[in-house]
């Protein structure tokens, strides 16, 4: 599977995005998904994991309460909500995609990665 994503952008503290990963081929509702982030000079990190069917999720802990995963396996896509962003936000958003049934938090877990969208939250 084939990933892109997309959404990312300049955006105040307190505001709202919404990525989208855009996956290719017939086989995207086999794959659990994931978002993991980079920020500059850090390495990057895990965010949000979905499993295939979208019924189970997890966070890491700077995200909880404040963003959202989810999938429509009917338009090939998974979304990252992010609410109260805030500067710590700001990173190269990638989605990636692994054969197991549920997200992780490991990036050694997924197989394929899209090429990353810069969120850039100002103070």
């Known amino acids: 599977v084939q990933l892109q994503a997309s959404g990312g952008g300049l955006v105040q503290s307190g505001g709202s995005l919404r990525l989208s990963c855009a996956a290719s081929g017939r086989t995207f509702s086999s794959y659990a998904m994931g978002w993991f982030r980079q920020a500059p000079g850090e390495e990057r990190e895990f965010v949000a994991g979905l499993s295939w069917n979208g019924d189970n999720t997890i966070y890491a802990d700077s995200v909880k309460g404040r963003f959202t995963i989810s999938r429509d396996n009917a338009k090939n896509t998974v979304y990252l909500q992010m609410n109260s962003l805030i500067p710590e936000d700001t990173a190269v958003y990638y989605c990636?995609?692994?054969?197991?049934?549920?997200?992780?938090?490991?990036?050694?877990?997924?197989?394929?990665w899209g090429q990353g969208t810069l969120v850039t939250v100002s103070s």
């Open positions: 990636a995609a692994t054969r197991l049934v549920l997200g992780n938090w490991l990036m050694a877990k997924y197989d394929n």
